[in-house]
């Protein structure tokens, strides 16, 4: 059986600082939240490590908002599918890399958030 990992979109676009996200985790707001890629499917973002604790595999993003202007704008939830760092006993880091899965998109959302993906993907290609 295939992990998250294993199936996530091939189609990852890598994205600039002007790219975040903000949502809610156990009660912690998270505003302007700094992604490095982004797919039809889900994101990379970078956390705070004194904020790692919070992040272990399978906890849920609420309120997941894509943050840039051509971005759908509608929240919608996450789950964390793999944490990057931040390990007890490992090197000390600045920031903790979050695997993020997308759960339960609105139709109108992920159609628009397909779209913008393919003319992105399509654009760093050519």
């Known amino acids: 059986?295939?992990?998250?990992?294993?199936?996530?979109?091939?189609r990852r676009i890598i994205v600039g600082p002007?790219?975040?996200i903000s949502f809610t985790l156990k009660g912690h707001s998270y505003q302007d939240v700094r992604?490095?890629?982004?797919?039809?499917?889900?994101?990379?973002?970078?956390?705070?490590?004194?904020?790692?604790?919070?992040f272990e595999?399978?906890?849920?993003?609420?309120?997941?908002?894509?943050?840039h202007t051509e971005l759908p704008k509608a929240p919608f939830m996450a789950a964390v599918s793999y944490v990057?760092?931040?390990?007890?006993?490992?090197?000390?880091?600045?920031?903790?890399?979050?695997?993020?899965?997308?759960?339960?998109?609105?139709?109108?959302?992920?159609e628009a958030l397909d779209t913008w993906v393919d003319a992105a993907s399509a654009s760093q290609q050519g």
């Not at 992990?3 to 091939?10: E, F, G, I, L, M």
């Not at 490095?36 to 604790?53: H, I, P, W």
């Not at 007890?88 to 609105?106: R, S, T, Y």
Request: with cysteine; hydrophobic share 45%.
């Open 18 to 20: 002007e790219f975040g």
């Open 35 to 54: 992604i490095t890629n982004l797919s039809t499917g889900g994101c990379f973002a970078l956390v705070g490590a004194r904020d790692a604790r919070l």
């Open 1 to 10: 059986m295939s992990t998250y990992a294993d199936r996530r979109d091939t």
């Open 84 to 110: 990057l760092g931040g390990r007890p006993g490992a090197q000390p880091m600045e920031m903790v890399g979050i695997g993020i899965q997308f759960l339960g998109v609105a139709e109108a959302a992920q």
């Open 57 to 67: 595999r399978g906890a849920v993003l609420e309120n997941l908002i894509l943050l």
